[in-house]
């Protein structure tokens, strides 16, 4: 059952009180009104030859990331590739735990509370992992109606719709399924220029 608007886009004074506080919590903010311009930004953020690391997101897809990692010609070394690539299971693994400390890791997150933390939940622990420390740089995608009030209507909004949405999109495509296993609040980052949010003001993606 579910008891909030989850879904609904916050005015522009929201989306600054929020951007304000992550940016006084050490992370970068750039706000764009669409998936077109967040994906515009990734680009020019970067350089030619990073290794590059995804964790899965339905954001990154929607905005065309997904496909432009993809892409043959693209400038970056994309590890996610390489790991689907590898047939031995051992080596697949091995290869997982290496991708999560790529030059870039992008992705996106469940919650984002006004006063400046970024909450998620995973089954795996890949993001929990290349968020906190292990990724050189972090690009998380999100859009502005992930905005709650505080971490505990962030655990609701998780459990309520982000889990129920993506354990439906994991059986539709992959005949698998989702849990929450792992959680990760970052309330603070001290590495100048590790974390990047690009938080879409005018258009709602991902769960």
Do not use: C
Not at 50 to 68: C, E, N, R
């Amino acid at each position: 059952m579910q008891y909030h608007q989850w879904d609904k886009l916050p005015n522009k004074n929201i989306v600054d009180k929020a951007a304000s506080a992550l940016i006084s919590n050490g992370i970068n903010v750039n706000a764009v009104k669409n998936g077109k311009e967040a994906l515009e930004y990734i680009i020019k953020l970067i350089p030619p030859d990073a290794l590059v690391m995804d964790g899965g997101s339905t954001t990154l897809k929607q905005i065309g990331f997904l496909d432009y990692l993809d892409d043959n010609f693209n400038k970056w070394k994309n590890l996610h590739k390489d790991i689907y690539s590898e047939n031995d299971e051992i080596k697949r693994l091995t290869l997982r735990r290496t991708a999560v400390t790529a030059d870039y890791f992008l992705g996106s997150v469940n919650a984002i509370t006004i006063d400046g933390k970024l909450m998620l939940a995973d089954r795996s622990g890949t993001r929990v992992s290349a968020y906190s420390f292990a990724a050189k740089k972090v690009i998380i995608v999100a859009s502005a109606n992930k905005i709650v009030d505080s971490l505990e209507m962030g655990r609701l909004r998780i459990i309520e719709h982000a889990l129920p949405l993506e354990d439906k999109r994991m059986r539709d495509e992959n005949n698998s399924f989702s849990a929450i296993a792992k959680w990760l609040i970052i309330e603070k980052e001290f590495i100048k220029d590790r974390i990047t949010l690009i938080i879409i003001t005018d258009e709602q993606l991902g769960f």
